[in-house]
Every structure is written in C-alpha cells, then in structure tokens.
C-alpha cells in the first residue's frame, strides 16, 4: 500500500510539474495503447488483452490507466488473471522513453500441502490473491504516420513476487494511436 501511494504521489507531481498553459482540447490530449495475446498450440491457448488509456500532460509526458485479463487453457488446467495499473511514461529525447508502472494482478496462487500420513501423496492448493508489480525501464517508437507509433520496451519488476505470474524483466511491443 505504502508503494501505491508512492508511485500515486511521483505521478500526481510529475503530472502537475509537467503542465503547460496549453489551449490543447482534453480528447486531443488523449492517447490509447494496448496489446492482445492470441495464441494457440498443442501447449495450450491463450487469449487475452491489456487496453490502457493516457493524458498527455505536454509534449514529452505521458500518466494513464489500464486494466488486464488473460484466459489459459491446456491439458492440465484453465485459470484466467486480471487487474489494473497505473503508469507515467516520459520521452527523454526523440523517441526513447523512461516509464513506471504499478500493477496489481489478481491471479491463483499454488501451494503445497504436506499429507499428515507419510504414506499419502503430496497435493496442492490454489486460492486467488492480488500479487503487486512495480515495473520501471525504458523503451523507444517510432512514428509511422500521423497520430501512429510503433515501439517496444523493457521493464523490471522490482517488486518481483515471488507469486508474480509475469516473468521479470518484461519485454514490450505494441503501437500507440495518438486520437
């Protein structure tokens, strides 16, 4: 809790010392971005998608929101993870940018359960929990027309739950449509 306010409090900052007396329109200051993950195999399958939406503070400050699901299935099990983030993205110079990201993801988390007779086999038990990420990094776009970016980025977790159903660092691709 005391990290969310933290990163809520380094956006709210960054948010108002970024401000420009600017006649800018709030829809034009809007962008959205996002991914979807689609993916079948004798493995199993996913889907899913990652929407976010950000303000644009001026012309080198980005703060927004976003939320996550993911559906997997394979011969095994189905279990599905969803939450949200927050997050504060600055170009530091022509297409390379410095982000944060706070994310919680409400995902099943697996413990074992040790049998009271030696004899019994080990099992093991799963309830859903919120786990927290805390992503920091780097990335560059590059504009491919008009309001269009493609790009992508690496971020750690530096949090990194030990329960965190992502891998760490995380690697990034996606495109940006600036309305």
């Avoid at 011969?75 to 504060?88: D, K, P």
């Avoid at 859903?128 to 504009?143: A, D, E, K, M, S």
């Amino acid at each position: 809790m005391k990290k969310l306010f933290a990163l809520l409090l380094l956006t709210a900052t960054l948010t108002s010392f970024g401000q420009e007396k600017s006649k800018v329109p709030f829809k034009d200051r809007l962008v959205f971005s996002g991914d979807v993950a689609l993916s079948f195999s004798n493995f199993g399958s996913t889907l899913g998608a990652n929407p976010t939406v950000g303000y644009r503070v001026n012309d080198w400050l980005t703060s927004g929101i976003g939320a996550h699901y993911y559906y997997f299935s394979n011969s095994f099990s189905n279990t599905s993870l969803y939450g949200g983030q927050i997050f504060t993205r600055a170009e530091v110079f022509d297409g390379a940018f410095v982000i944060t990201e706070l994310q919680q993801t409400n995902t099943e988390v697996y413990r074992v359960v040790q049998p009271t007779n030696p004899n019994d086999p080990v099992t093991f038990s799963a309830e859903r929990q919120w786990i927290p990420q805390w992503y920091v990094g780097g990335g560059y776009y590059q504009n491919v027309g008009g309001n269009i970016r493609i790009g992508g980025s690496i971020l750690f977790d530096i949090i990194d739950d030990i329960d965190s159903p992502w891998s760490n660092p995380q690697l990034r691709g996606g495109v940006i449509i600036g309305i």
